[in-house]
T-cell receptor, first 113, second 115 residues
């Protein structure tokens, strides 16, 4: 089944403790991206990747890192999480870059205390 | 403000009525998409309309695009309670710091269909 898989689905962590949210797609898509969703602000893009080893900042990249060493994986890294990073996070993938149909993961609800 | 702003932000209608949501954007686009999100879940793609298209249909959905006004509308006909969700438009006009084209979502329209 074609899908985008994020893990974990729910995470509660403490300020400053490094964490990684994984994202994997099985559709051989080139384009992958991370979004955070907050009430009243909609979806805001954090980082995106055009292909392996090619990434670019989105609208709200501060406090986040990404890597794209393999085509299928695009992990989101929070080196030192802070409470303002409490949010609902989504990973998405598309066949190629540009505005094409995106497939979204189920979401990761992160709480930083 | 964001590229791709939906209007209204919230809409409540009776089952069977039509629901219309609008999206405005600021600069030229190649494509515009509409997505649906059930509460707290991932977004699901509904329809893509290219800049050289004016109207597109998919089942009970009708999307129009007016590039001269930089706006799009999503019409859901004969709404059902199951259509209750948030609806987002996504545009591709902006580019990231590296010059790559990126997709930008609006804040969304929250639709409630009352049985």
């Amino acid at each position: 089944e074609a899908q985008v898989t994020q893990n974990p689905r729910y995470l509660i962590t403490v300020t400053g403790k490094k964490l990684t949210v994984t994202c994997s797609q099985n559709m051989n898509h080139e384009y992958m991206s991370w979004y955070r969703q907050d009430p009243g602000l909609g979806l805001r893009q954090i980082y995106y990747s055009m292909n392996v080893e090619v990434t670019d900042k989105g609208d709200v990249p501060e406090g986040y890192k990404v890597s794209r060493k393999e085509k299928r994986n695009f992990p989101l890294i929070l080196e030192s999480p802070s409470p303002n990073q409490t949010s609902l996070y989504f990973c998405a993938s598309s066949p190629f870059w540009g505005n094409t149909e995106a497939f979204f993961g189920q979401g990761t609800r992160l709480t930083v205390v | 403000s964001q590229q791709g702003e939906e209007d209204p932000q919230a809409l409540s209608i009776q089952e069977g009525e039509n629901a219309t949501m609008n999206c405005s954007y600021k600069t030229s686009i190649n494509n515009l998409q509409w997505y649906r999100q059930n509460s707290g879940r991932g977004l699901v793609h509904l329809i893509l309309i290219r800049s050289n298209e004016r109207e597109k249909h998919s089942g009970r959905l009708r999307v129009t695009l007016d590039t001269s006004k930089k706006s799009s509308s999503l019409l859901i006909t004969a709404s059902r309670a199951a259509d209750t969700a948030s609806y987002f438009c996504a545009t591709d006009a902006e580019r990231g710091a590296g010059g790559y084209q990126k997709v930008t979502f609006g804040i969304g329209t929250k639709l409630q269909v009352i049985p």
